[in-house]
């Protein structure tokens, strides 16, 4: 089975559902959800009976698609993230009947497309993990951005979603204007569209690419400037925490984890071969800059929320500095080390702590009503379940050992000495002992104030399931990393 | 003589011009419109490296091709854009960038 009939499953299971909202008659919408997890599910399976194209084959869609490593993982990341989603937006259906089901006949109006417009961003972050051609990252990329505009913005009688829904739209929509044109310089020195062959083209003398490093610089910079955006970067983060706050919490996970991870594996796409060769050699610094600004301003940020939300987007900020350090460190990486095998372990352990904190949100949101910190006091009264997993996420983002959050950034620390970058070292040490302080004021907040009342919260089996299956996760990436590292070696 | 600089000259200034708008204009919908000039002058420069840069003789058709990539993509973002701004509109009657504040650091 080649390769893209996963993304082609993704598509046409999307559109099933959209015919399913609206012509099987019932009135409960989340059956739409139920399918869209088996779907993506058994999808997932079909991950293992890929076959990588013959070496004879050039049909003509293996020069915009690949399939390899790096491509494969991160179509199971965004499977397993869309997945994740579906069962936590089930879980939020109470906050989206009551901005949108004004309509005392049609109670769950809206609920259904909720459910069901996830899957068209899953098909974009899978093509985009396999996009090897500026034109296939190019078009992946928007249809990524464009399903997010409308899931950000989805509780349209809601402001704060309205609000965090036109930020992106305009920032995102920069954004894209300063990747085409990138892109197009990028072109325009190569005369290639090709990844490969524009990485080839370095190696040519007579390349107009080594003749103007000032013209593929700013190419370059243009692109980082793009990318920083998707995936949060110092200082293009102005939208993230706004969009975070604002947009429908099961949104803000797949923001959160999808957007960033496919940020990053397109960023290395592009980038490598340019930080490999000599061709932009401010290429290294430029990154680290930026690497080292995020993580000071995304922990330092993050310690004076008191909205939870905003706190993580902040954390999320942070955890993007840490990626793009290691991205910095391409060029040194040793033997036993790959770059792409630590981003990959890295993103593995954010994806499962992220995804625990905000189905937690979720469920404290639909049950309680609140986002500030001070609604998580005495959570573990509420729910010892849910404060003992929260628990595990939060010591896991700000990195204790024996959790998935401890290797991640362990292997980054490593990547870094090894290219001897020890001024950014040293800034990314204070990232990390800040981040120590905010993530524990939750810990103190579920577990040593006061709840208002005596509310308990409801945990569904389904969102059981799930969140039990991501501190798995957690831990066994926490003990035993080798494996991803390994994939990719 | 018209040369590629020219051309890459008229593309970035339509790229400034863009970028200036979306920076100094508070109505969303003119500050959508400069974002779309951004994109044009992409599309500009694009089909500027590809009829200078002769493959065989003949332009580098890839660079054109792309650029009906990027028009098809614009349409798209603008249909959904406008359906947002106007959802906006709808909930707070208006659409100047300055009133969009209800969240504070």
């Known amino acids: ?489 | 003589m018209v040369t590629l600089n020219h051309y890459l000259f008229v593309s970035g200034v339509l790229f400034t011009l863009g970028l200036t708008g979306v920076m100094l204009r508070r109505s969303l919908i003119v500050i959508f419109m400069s974002l779309e000039m951004m994109l044009s002058a992409a599309n500009l420069a694009l089909v500027a490296f590809s009829r200078f840069n002769l493959v065989d003789g003949l332009p580098n058709y890839n660079g054109q091709a792309f650029v009906f990539f990027i028009i098809t993509v614009a349409a798209a973002e603008v249909a959904v854009g406008l359906a947002i701004i106007v959802a906006l509109f709808r909930a707070r009657q208006t659409t100047n960038v300055d009133d969009i504040t209800s969240m504070k650091y």
């Open chain 1, 1 to 489: 089975m080649p390769a893209y009939y996963l993304e082609a499953a993704v598509v046409v299971l999307g559109i099933v559902l959209m015919l399913m909202e609206a012509f099987v008659d019932k009135a409960d919408k989340s059956f739409v959800g139920k399918v869209g997890i088996v779907g993506l599910g058994v999808i997932f399976l079909g991950l293992f009976m890929v076959k990588s194209p013959a070496d004879g084959d050039t049909g003509a869609i293996w020069s915009f698609y690949a399939v390899d490593a790096t491509s494969l993982f991160y179509k199971g990341f965004a499977l397993i993230t869309t997945i994740i989603v579906l069962v936590m937006s089930l879980d939020y259906r109470g906050v989206i009947q009551h901005y949108m089901g004004a309509d005392q006949e049609k109670p769950q109006a809206g609920l259904g497309e909720f459910l069901y417009l996830p899957l068209f961003t899953c098909a974009g972050l899978m093509w985009m993990a396999s996009a090897k051609d500026i034109v296939s990252i190019f078009v992946s990329l928007e249809l990524v951005t464009i399903s997010f505009y409308i899931l950000v913005a989805f509780l349209r009688r809601n402001v704060g979603s309205l609000e965090a829904g036109v930020k992106y739209l305009i920032l995102g929509a920069l954004s894209t204007g300063f990747l085409v044109y990138g892109l197009t310089w990028l072109f325009g020195l190569s005369g290639e569209t090709g990844l490969a062959e524009i990485a080839a083209e370095l190696g040519n003398e007579d390349s107009p690419m080594n003749a103007h490093p000032q013209a593929l610089l700013f190419a370059l910079a243009l692109i980082i400037v793009a990318l920083g955006f998707k995936v949060a970067a110092v200082p293009f983060q102005i939208w993230v925490p706004d969009v975070y706050q604002g947009a429908p919490t099961p949104i803000t996970a797949f923001l959160s984890v999808g957007s960033k991870a496919a940020g990053f594996v397109v960023g290395f796409r592009i980038m490598e071969p340019f930080i490999a060769s000599d061709a932009a050699p401010q290429l290294v610094t430029l990154i680290l800059a930026i690497a080292g600004a995020t993580i000071l301003l995304g922990n330092l940020a993050a310690v004076s929320q008191s909205n939870f939300k905003r706190m993580l987007a902040y954390s999320s900020i942070s955890h993007a500095g840490f990626l793009l350090l290691a991205l910095g460190c391409a060029r040194a990486a040793g033997d036993d080390v790959q770059v792409e095998g630590v981003m990959a372990l890295y993103l593995s352990g954010y994806l499962a702590m992220t995804l625990i904190v905000f189905h937690v949100m979720c469920l404290v949101r639909d049950q309680l009503g609140g986002e500030e910190i001070s609604t998580y006091n005495g959570l573990s009264k509420r729910s010892p379940f849910l404060a003992g997993i929260l628990l595990v996420a939060m010591v896991s983002l700000a990195g204790v050992p024996f959790t998935a959050g401890f290797f991640g950034k362990f292997y980054v620390f490593l990547l870094a000495i090894q290219s001897r970058f020890y001024v950014i070292i040293a800034v990314a040490v204070i990232g990390v002992g800040a981040g120590f302080y905010y993530y524990l004021k939750v810990v103190k907040a579920m577990y040593w104030e006061e709840a208002d009342d005596d509310r308990q919260v409801r945990v569904p089996p389904l969102a059981k399931g799930a969140l039990i299956v991501l501190a798995v996760i957690i831990f066994v990436l926490g003990v035993y990393p080798s494996p991803i590292l390994e994939f990719f070696s």
